[in-house]
């Protein structure tokens, strides 16, 4: 299974503004691509990446300029003072999910194919697609539908799958999307079985949680003057990035100086966000819905 085409290539690498003895971070290595451009504006620096599942493993670059750590970006800090690094001069995030786990039936990213509901990018975890399912309350079920995946009608299927379960586990992929059927939107189907595998796989794989852990670092290892580069794929993402290099925080009020002036730890390179191009778009189907934020730290 192959991995997708790098998103937004040139402008995230070109938007690190890479020094030829810098240390950078990728913290969503994947297949390789986007690490693979920043190695080569590397001389004597250093690229650490990020990815917690072992299908990645394959893809990995020999070179000894390049570390990686087959974990979650969570444990950033972490890794960083394992490997003895103190302060990056850049990160780039790509937090789409690849090609290759949405073509993989084995996985159970997709409603596109039969198999285990599974959708666990760190396959050694515990909890799976298959346990929130049928383990979850009817409440949490209804809370994760609403905010994950944006549904309206995320009480009624809440209440769906509750009543289903009552009768058989939900075990597989099948299982699951029949009990959609009478949820499902005429002319637009496709698009809300989309919004329910998301809104389950970003609970599974705690992916709003551990994104706001992670940005959150960026304050303490990122130089002043290095570089931020995001690749966001739907609105939620897109918030918490935006409001993070917006404010320095999630949510509530920003800290400000004795004159009253916002303290925040980076400002916006980009006044817009930057989107892929209708050639990049053609080319990559999944590239469309892409945005890419750049930030410096101050």
Same mark, same amino acid.
């Given at each position: 299974?192959? +991995? =997708?085409?790098?998103?937004?290539?040139?402008?995230s690498v070109n938007g690190l503004q890479i020094k030829p003895d810098g240390v950078y971070v990728d913290v969503t290595f994947g297949g390789g691509g986007h690490s693979r451009e920043i190695i080569k504006n590397i001389i004597n620096g250093k690229l650490v990446a990020f990815d917690q599942d072992d299908d990645a493993m394959p893809n990995l670059i020999d070179d000894e300029?390049?570390?990686?750590?087959?974990?979650?970006?969570?444990?950033?800090?972490?890794?960083?003072? +394992? =490997?003895?690094?103190e302060r990056i001069d850049g990160l780039l995030a790509d937090l789409g999910v690849s090609s290759h786990h949405f073509d993989d039936p084995n996985r159970g990213f997709s409603f596109r194919f039969e198999g285990e509901l599974d959708m666990r990018m760190n396959q050694s975890a515990k909890v799976s697609a298959k346990n929130v399912v049928n383990e979850y309350q009817e409440e949490k079920l209804a809370k994760i539908f609403w905010e994950y995946g944006e549904l309206k009608n995320s009480r009624k299927l809440a209440k769906a799958i509750i009543e289903q379960r009552g009768n058989k586990t939900l075990e597989t992929i099948r299982d699951f999307t029949e009990l959609l059927i009478p949820y499902l939107p005429k002319h637009a189907e496709n698009k809300f079985l989309a919004k329910v595998f998301q809104a389950l796989r970003i609970e599974v794989n705690r992916e709003m949680d551990f994104l706001k852990e992670m940005l959150l670092q960026t304050i303490d290892v990122i130089k002043p003057g290095g570089r931020l580069a995001v690749i966001t794929y739907h609105s939620l993402e897109d918030r918490?990035?935006?409001?993070?290099?917006?404010?320095?925080?999630?949510?509530?009020?920003?800290?400000?100086?004795?004159?009253g002036n916002k303290e925040v730890p980076f400002k916006a390179v980009n006044r817009k966000v930057i989107v892929p191009n209708e050639?990049?778009?053609?080319?990559?189907?999944?590239?469309?819905?892409?945005k890419l934020r750049i930030a410096e730290r101050l």
């Open positions: 299974m192959g +991995y =997708h085409t790098p998103v937004l290539l040139k402008e300029r390049f570390i990686f750590v087959n974990h979650n970006f969570r444990f950033l800090k972490n890794f960083l003072k +394992y =490997h003895k690094i918490i990035v935006k409001n993070f290099i917006r404010d320095g925080r999630f949510e509530g009020e920003v800290e400000k100086d004795f004159f050639s990049e778009i053609k080319e990559n189907n999944r590239a469309r819905s892409a």
